[in-house]
Each structure stands twice: as C-alpha cells, then as structure tokens.
C-alpha cells in the first residue's frame, strides 16, 4: 500500500512515518504539512492509502475530501479530537486513529484496512455480475427478458434484529448504504442491516422513488433537500434532517432524471 502522510504537526508526521516504515506492505511515498498541499501532491500522484489530520490550516480533512470526490484513496482519519468520530465515518473513512497512538494501535487500524481491501478485490467480479444475479433471484423461471420488470417494487422489507425480525416500510427508509456484500438502512432515528447485495435491492425499488448517486449509497428522492457542487462533477447531497452525503459524477445523469434544476 502506498500511504500519505498529512499532518500540520511534524513531530506527528515523523512518528507515523517511522511506524509505518516497520510494516512490510506499506510505502511511504509521501508527506504533506496541510490540507492544500495534499491536494497538489494527489493531483499529480496515486496513493492506496491516506492518513489524514483533520484540524489542519488552510483546508482541514474534511474539506480535503469534499475536494478529492469519490476518485480517492482510502482514508484514515489521525486525530487528537474523539469528537470527530462520528463525522469521520458519516465522510466514508476506512478508520480512526485516535492521538495519541503507539505502534500496537496503529497496526490494529492497518489489520482492518487489509481486510477491507481483500473484501473489496474479493467483491470487485461479483459487482459486475449484481444486476444478473438480481434478475435471476427476482425471475429464476425461463420467461422473456421483460418479466422481471413486470414484478411490482418492494414496498417493505424484512429483516433481522436482535432475535427477531422487523418490517420496514421502504418509505420511512431515508438512504441506503452498502456495507461489503450487505446493505444498511438508514431511517430518522434508525439503522438496519439487510443480508442482500446493493445491486440487488436496487434492481426491486421503485427508480421514480429511489435513485443511486454513488457506488455506495441509494437516496429516497422525497427526502433529497439541497445540492452543492464539490468539484470534479460530484456533488454534496443534503437530506432533509440534514445528513450530507457524496453524489459522485458518475451517477450525476440518473439524479438529472429525477430531479430539475441541478446546479
């Protein structure tokens, strides 16, 4: 893995370099004093991974990821603010390292982004192959092409919690986010896990009502309240309890069809 460094702290910067140089799958290939000069340095440069403080001068980490778009190394949040978690992980982070960190920490965080990469090469065929085995779980029968859109959209779903199980009204679902090969539902005051592909969910719902802008995320269009550019065609998604999330370029044309004007 090819990691960036970017911190405004040098003392900071001189550990996290020197920990990482004892791991035998990561490189160093550079370091950044701020937000700003992490930007040129990706604009021109790949990384696999970037270890990214976030109250920095100029642009702190947040913002460097509101610019960087969807077309961004995995990131890990190094921090000495635990307020900051929640947030982290709301802006799509692999991880939180929390100030101050030793060696054992931090190689607990690496141990999680190996895991998450191998899930997500594992994944990478099987995401091509989604929509078809969608279609098949929807219409296993030898029918024409066209009988599975005949299939009326899921109005609820079901799914375990706790011991249990609970039906949820697709309706009340504000946003859908993909966890590995799961998906998670995302209410007002509510999170769900449903054991089902995001591909596959999507192939059920009602487009009219549901509409994908990003690899990771289907947003119920009702509850969509504002649009900001970010740069580089992506865009910032505000819901209307005022959860942000990223529409990224390449499902700009699918948020075109539902919703007019965009900026």
Do not use: N
Request: proline share 6%.
């Amino acid at each position: 893995m090819r990691a960036l460094v970017v911190d405004d702290e040098p003392a900071a910067r001189r550990l996290l370099t020197s920990l990482l140089a004892s791991e035998a799958d990561v490189e160093v290939v550079g370091t950044c004093r701020h937000g700003g000069e992490a930007l040129t340095w990706l604009r021109d440069r790949q990384a696999d991974l970037l270890f990214l403080d976030i109250q920095m001068p100029e642009l702190d980490g947040f913002q460097v990821l509101d610019a960087l778009g969807e077309s961004r190394p995995a990131v890990v949040f190094v921090t000495a603010f635990d307020a900051f978690a929640v947030r982290a992980f709301e802006a799509e982070a692999w991880d939180y390292l929390l100030k101050p960190f030793d060696g054992e920490r931090l190689r607990q965080v690496l141990d999680r982004v190996r895991r998450r990469r191998s899930r997500e090469a594992a994944g990478a065929s099987g995401d091509r192959l989604g929509p078809l085995l969608a279609k098949l779980a929807a219409d296993p029968s030898p029918e024409p092409a066209d009988s599975a859109a005949e299939q009326p959209p899921l109005e609820r779903l079901t799914v375990s919690h706790g011991r249990g199980r609970v039906t949820i009204r697709l309706s009340d679902v504000a946003y859908f986010q993909a966890e590995s090969s799961y998906v998670r539902l995302h209410l007002s005051d509510a999170s769900y896990l449903a054991r089902v592909p995001l591909a596959r969910l999507e192939a059920r719902l009602d487009p009219r009502r549901f509409v994908r802008v990003h690899r990771s995320y289907l947003v119920q269009v009702d509850r969509i309240a504002r649009l900001d550019p970010l740069g580089r065609g992506d865009l910032r998604l505000t819901l209307d309890d005022g959860r942000r999330l990223t529409a990224s370029r390449r499902y700009r044309d699918r948020l075109e069809r539902v919703l007019e004007p965009l900026p």
